[in-house]
Every structure is written in structure tokens, then in C-alpha cells.
């Protein structure tokens, strides 16, 4: 930008009143420039030295005329707004898309709560529109309009309990296509299986290298005290995180809940109804959002593979838990005899159960491996790591081809063996997208 002096500089150079010869002619104007004293020696100076004074300084005024009536100084200055993120949000249902009249009703002491044995009211997905449903959104959080340039569409609108493997390969597939058409992804899911669907989409797309950040809420966008606004608008930011300061690469599967980021696969539902109802109790949060975002950078996951995704899971798998003093035999019986394929077995502590050949679990798990079944050794404990080894019982697990390895959710261990039956050349305990 030009000072008021450069303007004024340039005005005058160009001003049809600069002063004329007899002759009519324009004359060139001199600068005389005051007398200076010389950096050494006596104020005083001769005629030939203020001479050359006077001649390098109207060289210099040629010059800086000159400049200044360039066209490039001329020209106006333009500012370029920079396109604002694509970001694609995905309404997958739960809470935050019920018919909140149908779904809920206040209590004696005024809370809204979901109506007796319904479960909430979800509106068919082939009935709403994704403008109108956009716009609602838009309406609720304005926000969301300076942050980025959204689209919406609507995969399906029901209660997560009844959203498992066939809607996770959907989701994926969705994402894949539309990876190098947006900047971002927004999920909107329920609550309740968020963390299968979040462990999923992390271990079905590893190398997207693109932020895909699933979120909720625990009340309906359209009640009052909703917790689905601002968990848009947190999850909105950490979406676009990389496009305004601090910058942050965000390359994976995240979950925004309550004002926490984290890593999808690590994520757990620990509270059915508090706004701060998810946690990653086994790794740090990637960001807190509260005044500002602070951000755990070396907490991020760095993406290193080439992307592969992967559209195939095999569902016949069970969560086992090791229950004091009961027989598995009798109470879990012959699981691959019923088709089961895969095993997340819940030990105690770092790996442990009991060893005794009467307890039966060891002749159990013998007996289940010998007939294929896949088995991870799991914890019931939710933060710690894993060291069966330690244990005879652990060690034996091992030995009969058990597998193990540092700390998972159960929610990941269960969907990962999912995806090893289906690519038998995956190792449950190698890490693929930062769950172990």
C-alpha cells in the first residue's frame, strides 16, 4: 500500500500544473534539497561538492518518480478471500436426529427425558431431505457457516444399537469414494456404539490421511440445553483444524464429545447420560476444547502407510468375560460347534484366569482354538497394559496360540478381529491406526 507521502509524490509528478518554459514546453522539475552537512568535515562545503549534491539528489527523485508511476505501484490492491474448507457431514442418526416432540417428555422435575419403552422416534431416512435438513443445522449453529463449506447427507437415521457391520462397510465405503472431493469429515451417530463404529472406520481406512471426526449428543439439536450445537460446532473445528492457526495436521479417526478430542479406537461410552459422557482412558486426549483448543500434538497419530482400505469384516465374534467360578464349558459351551469364529477373552489384571484344570477354563480354550476359533486376550481393566506372560495361566494362553499385546478397548479388540478373519494376514497384536 502507498503512503499519503507516495501518493503525494505521484500526484504531483503527473500534475498538469508542474511549471513551463517560455516556450511552453514542461521543464524538469529539480529538487533542490536543503543544504546538509557532510557526515565528516565542516558544515561548510565548496561549490562543486553542493553541485554533485544537487545532481545525485535529482537523480534519486527520477528514480523514486519513476517507480511510483509504474503500473505496478499504480495498481489497486486487491484482497483474495481464501475458499473455506469442504467438509462433508454424514447424519448417521441416534439422539441427535429423534423427533424430539415424539421422542421425549418432561419429568416432575422438569428434565426432558425419552419416553417410556420408545426408545425415540426416528423419522425414515428416505423421508427427510438433506437441504431442508442442512438448513435446520445451519439455523440451530450459524457458526458452523464461517468455518466451513458444508454438505450433508443423509446415510441412514436410526437408533445405533441397530447399526453394526453392514452400516460401518457402508460408512467406509462413503468415505472412500468422496476422500478427494472434501477437506473433512463430520460423522453425526448415536451414542451407544459410536465407539464400534469409530474403531471401525479407523481400521477399515488406514492412510486416509484426511480428519474424520465422529460426534453425538445426549439430548436432540431441537431441545432446549441441547448438547448436540456445541458439539457440532467443537467437531467442526477440529475438522478444519489444519486451515486457521495453530494448523494442526489432524490424520485420523477422532471422536468430539464434551469438549474432548480423541482417538477414535481408544475411545469408550463411560457415562449413559452426563454431557461429558465419552473418554479415552488408555491415551491422552488429542485436544481440550474449552475457552481455547489445546491441542496434544505429539499425541496425534503420524501416518506413514500408503492408504488401503479395507471393506470386509466377519461379525460371528464374542466378548467373553472371565466370571469368578464359573465353568465355561457349561456356561459358553462349544462357541465354533455354534459358528462363532472369533474370541475377545477378558482376563483379570495384566492377563490372568484361573488355572486349575477343574475351573476349565484352559481345557476351554484348548479345546475352542483346536476347532479355529481366532482368540484375543483382553483385560477387564480399562487402563494398564497387558503382560500374561507373567502368569502361568497367562503363559499356557499363549503357548495353546491365544494372542495378545498391548492394551485394547474391547470395543477395537472385537471389531479388529472382525477385520484379521476376514485378511488372515493381519496380526491382532500389530498395531494398524494407533490402537495398541
Given amino acids: 500500500m502507498l503512503s499519503a507521502k507516495h501518493v503525494l509524490c505521484c500526484s504531483s509528478g503527473n500534475s498538469s500544473s508542474a511549471p513551463r518554459s517560455s516556450s511552453g514546453k514542461r521543464r524538469r522539475p529539480v529538487v533542490v534539497q536543503p543544504k546538509q552537512p557532510p557526515i565528516d568535515g565542516p558544515e561548510s562545503s565548496s561549490a562543486s561538492d553542493k553541485f554533485?549534491?544537487?545532481?545525485?539528489h535529482d537523480d534519486k527523485h527520477k528514480q523514486h518518480v519513476a517507480q511510483q508511476q509504474s503500473p505496478a505501484a499504480q495498481a489497486p490492491v486487491v484482497l483474495i478471500a481464501r475458499p473455506l474448507p469442504r467438509v462433508l457431514l454424514l447424519h448417521c442418526g441416534g439422539t441427535m436426529g429423534m423427533d424430539a416432540g415424539e421422542s421425549f417428555e418432561q419429568d416432575l422435575d422438569g428434565h426432558q427425558v425419552l419416553k417410556r419403552a420408545s426408545g425415540g422416534r426416528y423419522i425414515p431416512a428416505q423421508a427427510l431431505k438433506p437441504g431442508s435438513m442442512l438448513g435446520e443445522v445451519l439455523n440451530v449453529v450459524p457458526e458452523l457457516k464461517a468455518i466451513a463449506d458444508v454438505h450433508l447427507r443423509i446415510v441412514f437415521n436410526m437408533d445405533s444399537?441397530?447399526?453394526?457391520?453392514?452400516?460401518?462397510?457402508?460408512?467406509a465405503r462413503i468415505l472412500d469414494t468422496n476422500r478427494d472431493h472434501y477437506d473433512a469429515f463430520v460423522l453425526a451417530c448415536g451414542t451407544d456404539t459410536l465407539s464400534y463404529i469409530a474403531a471401525a472406520l479407523s481400521l477399515m481406512l488406514v492412510g486416509f490421511k484426511k480428519p474424520i471426526i465422529i460426534t453425538g449428543s445426549q439430548l436432540p439439536l431441537a431441545l432446549p440445553r441441547s448438547d448436540a450445537r456445541q458439539n457440532l460446532l467443537d467437531a467442526m473445528c477440529c475438522a478444519t483444524a489444519a486451515f486457521s492457526p495453530p494448523h494442526v495436521n489432524l490424520q485420523e479417526v477422532a471422536v468430539c464429545f464434551g469438549g474432548r478430542l480423541m482417538r477414535g479406537n481408544r475411545t469408550q461410552k463411560i457415562n449413559s447420560s452426563a454431557y461429558q459422557a465419552f473418554d479415552s482412558l488408555n491415551y491422552p486426549h488429542l485436544a481440550n476444547l474449552g475457552v481455547s483448543v489445546d491441542w496434544d500434538v505429539p499425541a496425534l497419530l503420524k501416518v506413514n502407510t500408503v492408504y488401503r482400505p479395507r471393506f470386509k469384516l466377519e461379525p460371528r465374534v464374542i466378548r467373553v468375560p472371565i466370571i469368578p467360578g464359573s465353568d465355561p464349558r457349561i456356561v459358553y459351551g462349544d462357541l465354533a460347534g455354534r459358528g462363532v469364529k472369533g474370541m475377545v477373552l477378558e482376563a483379570f489384571g495384566v492377563g490372568n484366569m484361573p488355572d486349575r484344570a477343574d475351573a476349565g477354563w484352559l481345557p476351554w480354550l484348548k479345546a475352542q482354538r483346536k476347532k479355529g476359533v481366532l482368540v484375543y486376550l483382553s483385560s477387564q481393566c480399562t487402563v494398564g497394559s497387558l503382560h500374561p506372560e507373567l502368569y502361568r495361566s497367562g503363559s499356557a494362553a499363549?503357548?495353546?496360540?491365544?494372542?495378545?499385546?498391548?492394551?485394547?478397548t474391547a470395543e477395537c479388540a472385537a471389531v479388529k478381529l472382525m477385520l484379521c478373519l476376514s485378511y488372515p494376514d493381519l496380526p491382532l497384536g500389530s498395531p494398524l491406526a494407533g490402537e495398541l
Fill in 52 to 56: 554533485h549534491t544537487e545532481l545525485m
Fill in 161 to 171: 444399537s441397530n447399526v453394526g457391520p453392514k452400516q460401518w462397510v457402508q460408512l
Fill in 398 to 408: 499363549l503357548r495353546l496360540g491365544v494372542e495378545s499385546g498391548p492394551q485394547m
